[in-house]
C-alpha cells in the first residue's frame, strides 16, 4: 500500500534512486575532468578551479600514504570551513582512508577521544588549532599517539591584503592572518602544509568503492562518551545524489558554505551535493551577517543551506534592505524549527519557500524533507528518497495511529552501518520491523494524515542551542574533572535566541565551597567547546535521586521549565 505521503511527492522526482558503485573521491575526479577550469571554491576572493582542486588532493593522497596511511586507516580531520578542509577531506577518500571530521570548537581534553577512539596515527588541522591538538596526542601513552601532523594556515588559501566586499570580517583578521608557530608533537611529526602538497610521490591506486568506509563523524548519546558513526561510501553517495535531484542542483549552483563541514549536514548536504553537480562553494569560515549578506550579493548565491538562526540574524542585519538576495532558488536547513513569522516574511520578500528538513549524524543528515512545491512550516517534511518512516510507541513498538506521538524510526541506503566498537549501542540502535531494519532515532513525533513528520518531544535526553547538539552526560563527565565539584548535572534552559542553552547544578565539593559560577564557567570555557559550556551555574546542597542512587534529572529539568 502507498504511504500517504507520495500524494505530495514531487511528480518530477524517482521515489528510489540506484546508488553509484564509485567511492566519493570518483564524484570529484569526474567534476575536474568535465568542468577542469569552473571555479569549485572561493575563499576571500581567491577562487580554486576544479583541475586545480583535483591536483592539490591527488598531491595530499601521495604525502598521506606516503605518511603510512593505508586502506581504511582513519585520518582526523580538525578545522572551520576552508578551501584546506575540502582537499583534505577528498584526499583523505582518495588515499583510501576514512575522514574523522571532529568539531574545531573541542578541547585537548576533548581531542584525546578523537585520537584513541578510531586509533588515528595522521591528523590534520589549522594553525589556530594545532597547539591543542598536539597537547591532546602529547597526554596520551605512547602507543596512542599521532604519529604525523599536518598543519596549514588560513593564508595558505587567500590574500591577507584582501579587501572590499569579499573581504573578512574586520573582527577575523587576527584569527585569520596569524601564522602561528609550529608545535611539538612528542614521537611524531608536524610537517606543514604547503610541505605536504609539495610532494612529488605518486598517490596510491584508489581502490574503495560503495561498500568501503568513508567517514566516521562522532555523535553523543545519553551515557558515556561521543560514538563513531560508520558510513560507507555508498550512505553519503545516496544522499548527495538525492539531494541534487531533490535541490534541482546543477553545476550552475552556487552555494554558501557556511554551514560546518565538520558536522553531517555540512559534510553531506553542502560539500559532497556540491562538488557531485559541479558547482561552486562561496566558503566562510564561520557565521557572520555582514559577510554572509555581502557574499550572496556579490556572488550571486543560489543555494544557502543554514540553521534558522543565521537567516533570523540576517534579516536582523541594518543593512539587510541593502543585500540583494534575489538569486536565491534555494534556501533551507534545519536543526532547529523556522520560526513561523520570519518564513513568512522570506516568501512576502523574496518568493523563497523555507525547505525544512531533518536527520541525524546516523542517517548521513535528511531522512526527512519538506517538498519544494509542498512544504509545511515547522514541519520534518516526508520521508527521503528510497526511504520509509514510521511512529511506533518506545516500548511495545507498536505502530501509533496518525496523529499520535511516538518514537520515529527510519530506514533506507542512508542509515549508517552501527557504532564503531560498539556492538550493544548498535544492537539497541536497531529494530526490526516489517521485516526491514529500522533505526530508533530517539525522537519523539507525530505523522498527518498526509503523511508529513512533526516533532513532538525528546525521547532521548538532550539540549539543542542553535542547532548544535549537547548531551548532558558528556558536559557531566568533562566537569566532574574539575577538582572543585562534588556532582553536576546539566540541564537546559529556555533561550530567545539560542533555543536552548546549557544550565548546570552543581554541587561543591566541602574543601572548594567558595568557589563561584564564573570559575566554574571559566573552567569549563578551558576544558570544553564552546557551545557545551554551561551560560548558567546553580549551586545546591544535593542532587534530587532516586532509591538506587541515580540523579533524577527530570526533577531538575520540570522545576526549570516551570
Known amino acids: 500500500m502507498d504511504r500517504p505521503h507520495y500524494k505530495f511527492w514531487p511528480s518530477r522526482l524517482p521515489r528510489a534512486i540506484t546508488v553509484p558503485a564509485t567511492s566519493l573521491w570518483h564524484n570529484l575526479a569526474t567534476a575536474a575532468a568535465r568542468y577542469p577550469d569552473k571555479v569549485a571554491l572561493v575563499f576571500f576572493g581567491r577562487e580554486t578551479s576544479y583541475r586545480?582542486?583535483?591536483a592539490q588532493v591527488d598531491r595530499l593522497a601521495a604525502a598521506l600514504h606516503a605518511m603510512g596511511v593505508r586502506r581504511g586507516d582513519r585520518v582526523v580531520l580538525d578545522m572551520q570551513n576552508c578551501p584546506q578542509l575540502v582537499i583534505a577531506h577528498f584526499a583523505i577518500l582518495r588515499a583510501n582512508a576514512v575522514v574523522v571530521p571532529v568539531n574545531p570548537m573541542n578541547r585537548a581534553e576533548e581531542l584525546k577521544h578523537y585520537i584513541v577512539d578510531p586509533d588515528a596515527k595522521v591528523a590534520i588541522t589549522t594553525g589556530d588549532l594545532a597547539a591543542e591538538l598536539a597537547k591532546a596526542s602529547n597526554a596520551l601513552e605512547p602507543a596512542q599517539r599521532l604519529s604525523h601532523l599536518i598543519v596549514t594556515q588560513f593564508t595558505d588559501a587567500f590574500d591577507a591584503d584582501i579587501s572590499g566586499d569579499e573581504a573578512p570580517a574586520p573582527a577575523w583578521r587576527d584569527w585569520l592572518l596569524t601564522r602561528h608557530p609550529l608545535p611539538v608533537l612528542a614521537d611524531g611529526h608536524v610537517v606543514h602544509w604547503v610541505d605536504a602538497l609539495a610532494t612529488t610521490d605518486v598517490p596510491p591506486e584508489h581502490s574503495v568503492g560503495a561498500n568501503d568506509m568513508a567517514l566516521l563523524p562522532y555523535t553523543s548519546g545519553t551515557t558515556g562518551m561521543?560514538?563513531?558513526c560508520i558510513h560507507h561510501h555508498s550512505s553519503l553517495m545516496h544522499n548527495a545524489v538525492a539531494s541534487q535531484l531533490w535541490g534541482a542542483g546543477s553545476s550552475e549552483m552556487v552555494v554558501l558554505a557556511v554551514v560546518p563541514m565538520f558536522h553531517i549536514t555540512g559534510v553531506v548536504s553542502m560539500m559532497h551535493t556540491?562538488?557531485?553537480?559541479?558547482?561552486?562553494?562561496?566558503?566562510?569560515?564561520r557565521w557572520d551577517r555582514e559577510v554572509a549578506g555581502r557574499l550572496i550579493s556579490t556572488r550571486k548565491v543560489t543555494s544557502w543551506t543554514n540553521i534558522p538562526t543565521m537567516v533570523i540574524d540576517l534579516m536582523g542585519s541594518p543593512n539587510f534592505a541593502t543585500f540583494d538576495l534575489s538569486s536565491l532558488s534555494y534556501i533551507g536547513g534545519g536543526g532547529a524549527a523556522m520560526p513561523q513569522a520570519v518564513a513568512q516574511r522570506l516568501f512576502e520578500q523574496y518568493g523563497l519557500r523555507y525547505q525544512e528538513g531533518y536527520g541525524l549524524t546516523e542517517t548521513a543528515a535528511p531522512s526527512h524533507a519538506n517538498p519544494h512545491d509542498n512544504p509545511k512550516q515547522q514541519c520534518l517534511g516526508i520521508p527521503y528518497m528510497s526511504s520509509d518512516s514510521r511512529v511506533v510507541d518506545p516500548d511495545?513498538?507498536?505502530?501509533?495511529?496518525?496523529?499520535?506521538?511516538?518514537?520515529?524510526?527510519?530506514?533506507?541506503?542512508?542509515?549508517f552501518q552501527g557504532y564503531w566498537k560498539r556492538p550493544e549501542a548498535t544492537a539497541a540502535a536497531f529494530v526490526e520491523f516489517d521485516g526491514r531494519r529500522f533505526f530508533r532515532t530517539g525522537d519523539m513525533g507525530r505523522m498527518d494524515e498526509d503523511g508529513y513528520f512533526f516533532i513532538t518531544d525528546r525521547l532521548k535526553r538532550m539540549i539543542n542551542a542553535s542547532g548544535f547538539k549537547v548531551w548532558p552526560a558528556e558536559v557531566e563527565l568533562l566537569m566532574f574533572k574539575n577538582p572543585a565539584i562534588q556532582e553536576a548535572c546539566i540541564i537546559a534552559t529556555k533561550d530567545a535566541y539560542r533555543g536552548e542553552s546549557v544550565k548546570a547544578v552543581v554541587v561543591l565539593r566541602a574543601t572548594h565551597k567558595d568557589t563561584t559560577a564564573q570559575q566554574i564557567i571559566d573552567w569549563c570555557r578551558e576544558n570544553m567547546a564552546v557551545y557545551k559550556i554551561?551560560?548558567?551555574v546553580q549551586f545546591v546542597d544535593a542532587l534530587p535521586k532516586s532509591g538506587a542512587g541515580k540523579v533524577m534529572w527530570r526533577l531538575l529539568q520540570e522545576a526549570e521549565a516551570g
Open 52 to 54: 586545480e582542486l583535483a
Open 396 to 415: 511495545t513498538l507498536q505502530e501509533m495511529p496518525i496523529g499520535e506521538s511516538g518514537e520515529i524510526i527510519t530506514c533506507g541506503p542512508e542509515v
Open 274 to 285: 556540491a562538488i557531485l553537480c559541479a558547482a561552486t562553494l562561496v566558503v566562510m569560515p
Open 534 to 536: 554551561p551560560r548558567q
Open 226 to 228: 561521543p560514538k563513531g
